[in-house]
């Protein structure tokens, strides 16, 4: 028989897919770390960066003595976390974890760890780290481009600077802003 002609998927991905037992292993880790471990701390977090959020992993593993069991902060899906916790009385993994995975809903976290709670919530209290503004974020401050940042520029960014707001033109071959103009305001403090 001839083989078919027929459009077929074919995955390009070289990524398994997650499979029952890789999702009961993570289970049996979220239970093990709760074993192991004297205080869960449950975050949120918003826009988080993997750069940025590496640091905390750091800290939290390398901070604590030999003696005490490295602190382990998970991710995943929150179905997960929910059922390696328990939902129900009769379901959950120790005494009164059923009240955090009701909590465990939208972008959050859990932090296993043996340190002290003043430890954790001064590092967490402390914890502010300087970023690039990502669409939709609010200004905490007014911005605004002079005659001087413009002219920086090359020539080539001309259309790049008008597609974003800026008036700009090319003159003597240096980009400068239109005629009567020393500095444009990109954003208002308080504005997105």
Known sequence: MPVSKRSRVIALT???????DHKTAYIQDVREAVNSHDCLYLFSYENMRSSKFKNVRVH????DSKKITPSRILLGKNKLLQIALG????????DNLRHVAKLITGSVGLLFTSQSHKKVESYFDNLSELDYARAGSIAPRKVVVTA????LHPVSMMEQLRSLGLP??????IVRLIPGREEYVLCKEGKT
């Open 14 to 20: 070289q990524t398994e897919k997650k499979t029952r």
């Open 60 to 63: 939290f593993r390398d901070s």
């Open 87 to 94: 939902r129900t009385p009769e379901d959950e993994y120790s």
């Open 148 to 151: 001087e940042m413009v002219a």
């Open 168 to 173: 700009v033109e090319i003159k003597d071959g």
